[in-house]
């Protein structure tokens, strides 16, 4: 904001938001705006500025409501958005269809685990170790600067081996000996590819459907669409867990899991890996929890009055930030105090499941926000991205995130959340068959290939044992059933009975939809 | 395993019922299957508003009827009906339906109506009559209402969730697909108390989200009147199998959680005459695990 940049301009047709340099505001000074339009009457142009945005709009009529309770400041409740008039702006709230999934939980594998030695199996390529591979399959793609320069693109087959598992008979690598025993309930699909080979911009794409930033999260838009469950705790809850080992290690940003344009209270909350998930949520020492009530209700009337006059979205944002802090208080000591986990818990998910910020404490985390009521809760695990010494390195991922992974899909099942909880496993993009750097039979590399790369979902609705999608003999392009991340974004919103092509906000001109404006399928084949 | 009693007797029930049954339109491969590709995709200029060539597909009458073309449905020949052919020519071609560039029918809809006239185009064919035709997208959920309409109680859903701290969230666009009880945000709010207040919406509620509550056997009394209720979950409360029995009622209850709950094998044979019950959880009981879908392990 450039503050004061229209303080030439004659008084009567000044925009008022401009002589305060305290407010934020689109508007708030730049040129040209609406007040310098000439011929318009001075009374038009203040009307514009009440109905500045549509949220202020809803803002105006809740007011008229007399402010009765913020938690139901947009009316989160069905019956009650329907009960009073309908509210201009305000998102659907409501399933377009009776929903499978009430909520689902994203193991994201940061870096981008290798399909060859998880999910793809290939075992046709242990007879062409070290052979070329031939120039028709790589078709001329650009390669990425890691590799381009390699003389030779030796095919490296998967050190580890694969065996049947489960009543579908699907191979499951030996590097998952535990996911292995919940094989019959996972759907891999095989045949995903996406438009970035750069960790950052195809992290956003999976996450936000779009590889610039700025977009909302997936979590996001369902906390749109869909309001809460539990307005004791966020909708949207975000977690990065400890590595074991780090090498390639690619920054996390909280563009992964902002809400866009949308109202930053759908933003995911990051709970923290230490004792404390959240910071301060305590109250300073002598301040009683009645005094913290009366200074949230003294700041918010402040922000209400600020609101009021400027109609700033942000302010209401703040205001139901500091109520949900308030909530938290209550709420997320109770959600982080494990100590009444049965001991079939911690034979489950593992002894590091009680040391905070593993990925076996994370699991154990999102089975507790599910039984919350939390809708969207998404786990990073970073440090999958092997250009080099591949088959060590795998090893130690695997090692420390099959048993979490295996105990939540078991944890979820043998509680009945399983049905209406969907399970989701995969990183950014796929790796290459050729090894980066030199190939020895104990030790190789991949580079970045977004062309294929698999992923598993289970529950919440989607057909478990199945197998979706083919690649070649190399795995590196596809042969049957393509799906793109937009069909994944898409048939993830119809599990939770949202219409991907409906779910929309007007943004810049824009219906803005997670799935964007290229063609998106729901991938019904997946769905139970 | 606890074996499915109810199963055993389900086998004559269900003969009788299909003799009784078998010409009710929604069992019906036309109605099934058929009908909803030709309301997806045809309707629009095919229907009670539109009639492009004199043709509605809006019903079965109408699309035997046929257009000003004639007949559209050779029974049996699926080459010689143009409600067939003209959704399979090249989509260049100027006969090609749906005209004006509108999303043509997908490979397992036009496999569907290829079937369906192969096998004789009937409206009163059941469902399991026609063999190999591909699952649809969208599977349609049945069109039945799950529970009445909630809109006319709308101000007494919103007087109960402000008076009982709890809400009753419609489950979608759908007015008939029922309620939600959900308690999540304060589960210690609610109560046998709160259950049986209730009472002027039970029927509206298909879902009863009690985890964590306050609800004792008693409120199961108040729960037996939720007619409409498929989906209970009990887990963590301090009901017992004693009052399990007071869910005898439920007819259409489909899925019973009661995890953590203080039930055993006692409780859980109490369920066995629930008809509709296909799933149930005792995880952290003293009850045996039971099979999730007794169908299934029946087999």
Redesign the interface.
Same mark, same amino acid.
């Not at chain 2, 003293?286 to 087999?299: F, L, M, Y």
């Given at each position: 904001m450039k503050p004061g940049g229209l303080k030439s301009a004659p008084p009567q047709t000044m925009n008022p938001l401009s002589t305060d340099h305290h407010l934020c505001s689109d508007h708030g000074g730049e040129h040209p705006t609406v007040w310098d339009l000439p011929h318009v009457p001075h009374g038009l142009k203040r009307e514009w500025l009440g109905l500045e945005t549509r949220r202020h709009f809803l803002g105006q009529g809740v007011k008229a409501l007399g402010w009765a309770g913020l938690a139901t400041l947009l009316g989160r409740?069905?019956?009650?958005l329907?009960?009073n008039a309908p509210i201009p702006g305000a998102p659907?709230m409501?399933?377009?269809?009776?929903?499978k999934a009430k909520r689902a939980i994203y193991l994201f594998m940061a870096g981008s685990p290798s399909q060859f030695e998880t999910w793809d199996h290939k075992p046709a390529l242990a007879d062409l170790f070290d052979k070329d591979l031939p120039e028709s399959v790589r078709g001329g793609q650009t390669l990425t600067g890691m590799t381009a320069s390699q003389t030779r693109f030796p095919i490296a087959p998967s050190i580890y081996k694969f065996a049947r598992h489960g009543k579908a008979g699907r191979f499951v690598s030996e590097l998952f000996p535990y996911t292995a025993r919940v094989s019959d309930e996972l759907c891999v699909i095989k045949s995903l590819h996406t438009d970035a080979i750069n960790h950052e911009p195809a992290i956003l794409q999976l996450t936000t459907g779009n590889m610039f930033p700025g977009k909302p999260s997936i979590g996001s838009w369902l906390s749109y669409g869909l309001g809460?469950?539990?307005?004791?705790l966020p909708t949207f809850v975000v977690m990065t867990s400890k590595m074991p080992h780090r090498t390639n290690v690619q920054a996390l940003s909280n563009r992964l899991w902002s809400s866009g344009f949308l109202s930053p209270e759908h933003a995911a909350v990051a709970l923290r890996s230490g004792s404390d998930p959240v910071l301060y949520l305590n109250n300073p020492k002598g301040v009683a929890s009645d005094v913290r009530r009366a200074m949230i209700d003294g700041v918010n009337d402040l922000n209400r009055q600020l609101f009021e006059r400027v109609g700033d979205p942000e302010i209401n944002a703040r205001i139901s930030q500091y109520e949900m802090a308030f909530r938290m208080q209550t709420s997320v000591p109770e959600l982080a105090d494990f100590s009444n986990e049965?001991q079939?818990t911690w034979d489950l998910y593992g002894p590091r499941a009680k040391e905070p910020g593993t990925f076996a404490y994370n699991c154990l985390m999102a089975r507790r926000l599910a039984?919350?009521?939390v809708r969207f809760t998404q786990i990073f695990l970073r440090s999958w991205d092997q250009h080099s010494r591949l088959p060590t390195n795998i090893k130690l991922m695997a090692e420390d995130s099959d048993q979490p992974t295996y105990a939540l899909v078991t944890d979820l099942k043998?509680?009945?959340l399983l049905?209406d909880t969907v399970v989701i496993w995969g990183g950014e993009f796929g790796r290459t068959v050729y090894s980066q750097g030199t190939l020895t039979p104990e030790n190789y590399g991949r580079d970045h290939h977004p062309r294929c790369f698999s992923m598993w979902m289970a529950g919440g609705g989607v057909k478990p044992g199945l197998s979706y999608g083919e690649t070649d003999d190399f795995s590196y392009n596809i042969v049957k059933d393509p799906m793109h991340i937009r069909d994944l974004h898409a048939t993830i919103l119809h599990l939770f009975?949202l219409d991907h092509s409906k779910l929309s906000f007007k943004f810049q001109g824009l219906d803005q939809k997670l799935t964007g404006v290229l063609p998106s399928k729901?991938i019904?084949d997946l769905?139970a | 395993m606890t074996s499915w009693p109810n199963f055993r007797h389900a086998v004559p029930a269900l003969a009788v019922l299909a003799a009784v049954v078998a010409a009710r339109a929604e069992d019906t491969f036309y109605a099934q299957r058929v009908a909803p590709i030709l309301e997806q995709k045809c309707v629009t200029c095919h229907g009670e508003k539109k009639q492009k060539g004199k043709l509605r597909l809006d019903s079965f009458a109408q699309l035997m009827r046929g257009g000003e073309g004639g007949g559209v449905v050779q029974a049996g020949e699926a080459k010689d009906s143009a409600l067939f052919v003209r959704v399979t020519l090249h989509p260049e071609d100027e006969d090609f339906m749906p005209a004006d560039s509108k999303p043509p029918l997908t490979p397992d809809e036009v496999k569907v109506l290829e079937l369906w006239i192969a096998a004789g185009a009937s409206e009163t064919a059941p469902l399991s009559s026609i063999q190999g035709a591909p699952?649809l997208? %969208?599977?349609k959920?049945p069109m039945v209402a799950l529970a009445p309409d909630?809109?006319p109680r %709308?101000?007494q859903?919103?007087q109960l &969730?402000k008076a009982l701290g709890l =809400?009753?969230?419609? =489950?979608?666009?759908?007015p008939t #697909?029922g309620?939600v009880l =959900?308690t999540?945000? %304060?589960p210690g709010r609610c109560d046998d108390a709160a259950l049986a207040q209730l009472a002027p919406v039970a029927d509206l509620i298909v879902e009863a &989200?009690l %985890? =964590?509550t306050k609800i004792t056997d008693a409120g199961l009394v108040s729960l037996a009147t939720f007619s409409n209720l498929r989906a209970l #979950?009990l887990?963590r409360t301090a009901v017992t199998s004693g009052g399990l029995g007071n869910l005898a009622p439920l007819g259409k209850l489909e899925?019973l959680?009661l995890?953590s709950t203080g039930v055993d094998d006692a409780g859980v044979a109490r369920l066995k005459d629930l008809p509709a019950l296909r799933?149930t959880?005792v995880? #952290?009981t003293r009850a045996a695990a039971v099979a999730e879908d007794p169908a299934a392990s029946a087999k």
């Amino acid at each position: 904001m450039k503050p004061g940049g229209l303080k030439s301009a004659p008084p009567q047709t000044m925009n008022p938001l401009s002589t305060d340099h305290h407010l934020c505001s689109d508007h708030g000074g730049e040129h040209p705006t609406v007040w310098d339009l000439p011929h318009v009457p001075h009374g038009l142009k203040r009307e514009w500025l009440g109905l500045e945005t549509r949220r202020h709009f809803l803002g105006q009529g809740v007011k008229a409501l007399g402010w009765a309770g913020l938690a139901t400041l947009l009316g989160r409740s069905a019956p009650n958005l329907l009960a009073n008039a309908p509210i201009p702006g305000a998102p659907a709230m409501l399933p377009h269809f009776a929903p499978k999934a009430k909520r689902a939980i994203y193991l994201f594998m940061a870096g981008s685990p290798s399909q060859f030695e998880t999910w793809d199996h290939k075992p046709a390529l242990a007879d062409l170790f070290d052979k070329d591979l031939p120039e028709s399959v790589r078709g001329g793609q650009t390669l990425t600067g890691m590799t381009a320069s390699q003389t030779r693109f030796p095919i490296a087959p998967s050190i580890y081996k694969f065996a049947r598992h489960g009543k579908a008979g699907r191979f499951v690598s030996e590097l998952f000996p535990y996911t292995a025993r919940v094989s019959d309930e996972l759907c891999v699909i095989k045949s995903l590819h996406t438009d970035a080979i750069n960790h950052e911009p195809a992290i956003l794409q999976l996450t936000t459907g779009n590889m610039f930033p700025g977009k909302p999260s997936i979590g996001s838009w369902l906390s749109y669409g869909l309001g809460a469950m539990n307005e004791e705790l966020p909708t949207f809850v975000v977690m990065t867990s400890k590595m074991p080992h780090r090498t390639n290690v690619q920054a996390l940003s909280n563009r992964l899991w902002s809400s866009g344009f949308l109202s930053p209270e759908h933003a995911a909350v990051a709970l923290r890996s230490g004792s404390d998930p959240v910071l301060y949520l305590n109250n300073p020492k002598g301040v009683a929890s009645d005094v913290r009530r009366a200074m949230i209700d003294g700041v918010n009337d402040l922000n209400r009055q600020l609101f009021e006059r400027v109609g700033d979205p942000e302010i209401n944002a703040r205001i139901s930030q500091y109520e949900m802090a308030f909530r938290m208080q209550t709420s997320v000591p109770e959600l982080a105090d494990f100590s009444n986990e049965p001991q079939s818990t911690w034979d489950l998910y593992g002894p590091r499941a009680k040391e905070p910020g593993t990925f076996a404490y994370n699991c154990l985390m999102a089975r507790r926000l599910a039984e919350r009521g939390v809708r969207f809760t998404q786990i990073f695990l970073r440090s999958w991205d092997q250009h080099s010494r591949l088959p060590t390195n795998i090893k130690l991922m695997a090692e420390d995130s099959d048993q979490p992974t295996y105990a939540l899909v078991t944890d979820l099942k043998r509680r009945g959340l399983l049905d209406d909880t969907v399970v989701i496993w995969g990183g950014e993009f796929g790796r290459t068959v050729y090894s980066q750097g030199t190939l020895t039979p104990e030790n190789y590399g991949r580079d970045h290939h977004p062309r294929c790369f698999s992923m598993w979902m289970a529950g919440g609705g989607v057909k478990p044992g199945l197998s979706y999608g083919e690649t070649d003999d190399f795995s590196y392009n596809i042969v049957k059933d393509p799906m793109h991340i937009r069909d994944l974004h898409a048939t993830i919103l119809h599990l939770f009975g949202l219409d991907h092509s409906k779910l929309s906000f007007k943004f810049q001109g824009l219906d803005q939809k997670l799935t964007g404006v290229l063609p998106s399928k729901v991938i019904h084949d997946l769905l139970a | 395993m606890t074996s499915w009693p109810n199963f055993r007797h389900a086998v004559p029930a269900l003969a009788v019922l299909a003799a009784v049954v078998a010409a009710r339109a929604e069992d019906t491969f036309y109605a099934q299957r058929v009908a909803p590709i030709l309301e997806q995709k045809c309707v629009t200029c095919h229907g009670e508003k539109k009639q492009k060539g004199k043709l509605r597909l809006d019903s079965f009458a109408q699309l035997m009827r046929g257009g000003e073309g004639g007949g559209v449905v050779q029974a049996g020949e699926a080459k010689d009906s143009a409600l067939f052919v003209r959704v399979t020519l090249h989509p260049e071609d100027e006969d090609f339906m749906p005209a004006d560039s509108k999303p043509p029918l997908t490979p397992d809809e036009v496999k569907v109506l290829e079937l369906w006239i192969a096998a004789g185009a009937s409206e009163t064919a059941p469902l399991s009559s026609i063999q190999g035709a591909p699952a649809l997208a %969208a599977p349609k959920a049945p069109m039945v209402a799950l529970a009445p309409d909630w809109r006319p109680r %709308a101000a007494q859903i919103a007087q109960l &969730e402000k008076a009982l701290g709890l =809400r009753l969230v419609a =489950r979608s666009h759908l007015p008939t #697909d029922g309620l939600v009880l =959900r308690t999540a945000g %304060a589960p210690g709010r609610c109560d046998d108390a709160a259950l049986a207040q209730l009472a002027p919406v039970a029927d509206l509620i298909v879902e009863a &989200e009690l %985890a =964590r509550t306050k609800i004792t056997d008693a409120g199961l009394v108040s729960l037996a009147t939720f007619s409409n209720l498929r989906a209970l #979950d009990l887990t963590r409360t301090a009901v017992t199998s004693g009052g399990l029995g007071n869910l005898a009622p439920l007819g259409k209850l489909e899925s019973l959680n009661l995890t953590s709950t203080g039930v055993d094998d006692a409780g859980v044979a109490r369920l066995k005459d629930l008809p509709a019950l296909r799933k149930t959880w005792v995880f #952290d009981t003293r009850a045996a695990a039971v099979a999730e879908d007794p169908a299934a392990s029946a087999k």
